[in-house]
């Protein structure tokens, strides 16, 4: 079993709707948790990166939330745009210089 | 840009072929990673060079043999493949190998026939 699982595998939502995205880990000790969105046929760009004193940290409409002890996060996108189709990859960092990924979530907004 | 580049973009190769991936990286980080991206599937982390040495081999079959000769290149020479090595191959910098944040670069789309 991954120690990062992401929910649902894949999303397809209409344009200008909002939308969440789950992230649940086992990482233990953690240190942070990082979204990354992922366009077809590019590599990874960092959204945000949460420690464990965080909550709450916004980039624009995206939002993304943690919950340390339930070792849950989410990312919430608001008033979804075309160009916010692409893979979301939830990844865990421990404090011994490991991080995991999270097979991501296929999100797809359509107009 | 995220200032990793990767050549080529697109390779299809059979399976005695011998091929080489490269990365470049305009960030002056001291880190690079390899990573073999599957679809449906993690990324799995699969070289770490950290100042030009090798910091981490994840268990990875000796048909992939990396080379680093400074901090900014970094190679993934391909040899004797198999199908299942098809996969999309991904470039990562980092100022650090702790828990600092990596700049991927687009991949390499590698099919073996």
């Known amino acids: 079993k991954n120690q990062v699982e992401q929910s649902p595998q894949s999303l397809i939502i209409l344009e200008g709707k909002n939308c969440t995205l789950q992230?649940?880990?086992?990482?233990?000790?953690?240190?942070?948790l990082r979204w990354y969105k992922q366009d077809t046929g590019r590599g990874p760009v960092s959204l945000t990166i949460?420690?464990?004193?965080?909550n709450t940290k916004s980039n624009g409409r995206y939002t993304a939330t943690l919950d340390a002890d339930t070792k849950q996060s989410s990312l919430h996108i608001t008033a979804s745009q075309l160009s916010d189709s692409a893979s979301y990859i939830c990844?865990?960092?421990?404090?011994?210089?490991?991080?995991?990924f999270g097979a991501g979530t296929r999100l797809t907004v359509k107009p | 840009e995220t200032g990793v580049t990767q050549t080529p973009r697109h390779l299809v190769m059979g399976m005695t072929n011998k091929k080489s991936l490269k990365c470049e990286q305009h960030?002056?980080?001291?880190?690079m990673y390899w990573y073999k991206q599957s679809a449906k599937k993690p990324l799995e982390l699969m070289f770490v060079?950290?100042?030009?040495?090798?910091?981490e081999n994840n268990s990875v079959p000796s048909r992939f043999s990396p080379e680093c000769p400074n901090s900014s290149h970094l190679f993934l020479h391909l040899h004797t493949l198999q199908p299942e090595d098809s996969a999309l191959y991904l470039c990562?910098?980092?100022?650090?190998?702790?828990?600092?944040?990596?700049?991927f670069g687009p991949g390499t789309r590698l099919t073996v026939l």
């Open positions: 060079y950290n100042f030009k040495e090798q910091t």
């Open positions: 990562a910098s980092s100022q650090g190998t702790s828990t600092y944040e990596q700049f």
């Open positions: 960030l002056g980080h001291n880190a």
């Open positions: 990844v865990v960092s421990a404090k011994r210089n490991d991080m995991r």
């Open positions: 949460m420690t464990f004193s965080e």
């Open positions: 992230c649940n880990y086992t990482v233990s000790p953690f240190s942070n």
